[in-house]
């Protein structure tokens, strides 16, 4: 066998061993899914499947009646999202932020939220303020 | 050759409405998703509102009990986390003393300034996006969910009351969102007249260290003390050639 010969079955050896070992890695899916930490109580405000998919909505809905209606103290509150699951955060010092649960999805589904720029993720035992 | 076919009966009728109407329900059912009803019921376990216009909430101004002291503007920055960064020209300020000079006589008086809350604002006439509104109730806000930063508003403003976010914000209230790219100004503590209390710059003006120089009420209400109080004296509105009508009142100037 010539040199050439023997570097292309060297080649093919190690193709194979590789596929071997990448396919079943590649059918299990490049990225984990997200394992999400069960918040404070019993159940959430609506079913888990229904926050899943519209959770955007209702947050979009109650903050236009609460900005311009000044209806206060309703169901799909952010401020009641942050208090029940807001968890340990090592990016702001350990102070319990909602950040890491939201970001867990929203980091593998690629979608950016605004949500923090303006509003706190802390929850409310981390910031300090007169009132409430 | 004739096919003779057999009438169908009652039975595979209804079956084939039922396939029918229970497949146009999986429809409707996909497409109105579950948080956008077409008539949503109001909200039981609401708190407070919606807020109408049988209420129009004021602060009247006693300019001659008001001196060189800063409360209001402490009280204000507590309530509502904002601060300046040394940078006067760009700095947020929600509400700021003022000192009138009179040249001939050299007398001088204090007052604070804010957004007056007009029955009429300039600031919601000239907002492309609709985000500077009047509530129902009298209180002029910006929505920051649709504000783009344009700063039309600070323009339009008379009274200089509103701020433009310049950087980013980490500290805010949770009750008083605030962000980098959006324009603020005085709320009248919305957050705490929708729960009954009164704004943060009329109780620290009534409590020890403040001069008791402010009053905060509803206008629409003759019995009210803000009412009464107007009705006693003669009041000034600020820029009143304008006619916007504002709902901060001011007494001495």
């Known amino acids: 066998m010539t040199g050439a010969g023997r570097f292309i079955l060297a080649i093919a050896a190690v193709a194979a061993v590789w596929a071997a070992v990448a396919a079943p890695a590649a059918a299990e899916g490049r990225v984990p899914l997200p394992v999400l930490a069960a918040g404070k109580g019993d159940k959430c405000v609506e079913p888990t499947d229904i926050m899943r998919r519209y959770h955007m909505e209702y947050l979009k809905h109650q903050r236009d009646e609460t900005v311009h209606g000044g209806i206060r103290g309703a169901k799909h509150s952010l401020v009641d999202c942050i208090e029940c699951h807001a968890v340990p955060d090592t990016a702001a010092n350990g102070v319990r932020t909602i950040r890491p649960f939201c970001d867990q999805c929203h980091e593998y589904a690629a979608v950016t939220m605004d949500c923090f720029g303006c509003h706190t993720p802390k929850a409310a035992d981390a910031t300090e303020g007169p009132t409430q | ?253």
């Not at chain 2, 009652?10 to 109105?32: I, K, P």
């Not at chain 2, 300034?113 to 009047?134: I, N």
């Not at chain 2, 600070?154 to 969102?177: G, L, W």
Request: glycine content about 10%; overall charge neutral.
């Open chain 2, 1 to 253: 050759m004739t096919e003779t076919r057999e009438p169908r009966s009652h039975d595979a009728v209804d079956r084939v409405r039922r396939r029918v109407l229970a497949a146009a329900a999986t429809f409707a059912g996909a497409a109105l998703a579950p948080g956008v009803r077409l008539i949503s019921p109001a909200p039981a376990e609401a708190a407070t509102g919606p807020v109408t216009d049988k209420v129009r909430w004021g602060i009247l101004i006693d300019t001659n009990r008001c001196d060189d002291c800063d409360v209001c503007v402490e009280a204000c920055k507590t309530e509502n986390g904002w601060h300046g960064h040394g940078r006067p020209r760009t700095d947020p300020q929600w509400i700021r003393k003022v000192t009138l000079h009179d040249r001939q006589t050299g007398a001088t008086h204090d007052l604070p300034l804010m957004c007056v809350h007009c029955q009429y604002p300039p600031c919601e006439d000239v907002c492309p996006t609709g985000a500077s509104f009047r509530r129902a109730d009298g209180i002029v806000l910006v929505d920051k969910h649709t504000c783009i930063g344009c700063r039309y508003c600070m323009m339009a403003c008379p009274y200089k009351a509103r701020s433009f976010v310049h950087e980013d914000v980490t500290d805010q209230k949770s009750y008083m969102p605030r962000g980098k790219g959006t324009v603020e100004s005085c709320t009248m503590c919305v957050h705490r007249v929708d729960s009954g209390r009164i704004p943060a710059c009329v109780e620290a003006c009534g409590g020890t260290d403040g001069k008791g120089a402010m009053v905060f009420g509803d206008l629409n209400d003759p019995e009210s003390d803000i009412s009464r109080e107007a009705g006693r004296h003669m009041v000034t509105r600020i820029r009143a050639d304008l006619g916007l009508d504002p709902g901060v009142l001011y007494r001495g100037i």
